[in-house]
């Protein structure tokens, strides 16, 4: 319960891949919709329509691990570790990732009423909205 | 809710408590105890962060404290780990698409 992983094999090579996970250019795209800036260990992401946030990057290994906290997810009440793992398999890519950290939250009662509220019809409506941009991602 | 959800939950012995309650309906630090490896006063402590979660009422029967799950906030929060592992499911995609596409016309930015 208290981390989420996920994993995707990709048909490209692993320092193909490297390059898109970390590089401000291809983070602007598929993570941001509006651009990525790195200044030292900082990432600022940039999406039209939710503001910024900063990617403060822990680990960077190239081309097996890159990690960052970041706290986009729960506004105002902490961060959580995001750490991406790159394996060659064959002639592509096993890519996973893994969020952890929720334990170390202090939950807040706004924020309690805010999940409740979005468990019945808000989250089918935000990954509607997240589905549309996937497909609407420039390859 | 004071108690982070996700602290009451990082525990196993809690877990495996709420297991045992949803399983069976209902439940005391009694019968909680004979079913799992801790003694009964550890589950009294381990009750006692459930219930300042928010995740298990207790109820008085007779002499005996029953304990239920209180779902809402379990509900509220497996909806929230679903929304944001569909998230990282869309953002992996989108990397596949890019990787992928640039793998096709060889070429490199």
Redesign the interface.
Known sequence: ??S?E???V????VE??W???TRP??LG???GDAGAERDGDTITMTWKEHGTAELRIVREEPPSTFAYRWDA?VGGIGDTLVEFTLAAEGDG?R?R?V?SG??????S?AE?ER??E??VGG?KH??GD??R??QS?P? | MTEDVFTALADPTRRSILDLLATHGHGTATSLAAELPVSRPAVIKHLAVLDRAGLVAARRHGREVRFVVQPAPLQATAAWMSRLAAEWDARLAAVKALAEAAEDDGSRE
């Open positions: 319960m208290d989420i996920r994993e995707i990709i048909g490209a090579p193909r891949v390059d898109i996970v250019e291809h795209r598929w993570f997810n890519t890519l990732v969020e929720w334990e170390s939250l202090a939950t009662a309690q999940l409740r979005g468990n989250w935000e990954l997240l589905e941009y996937v991602v390859v």
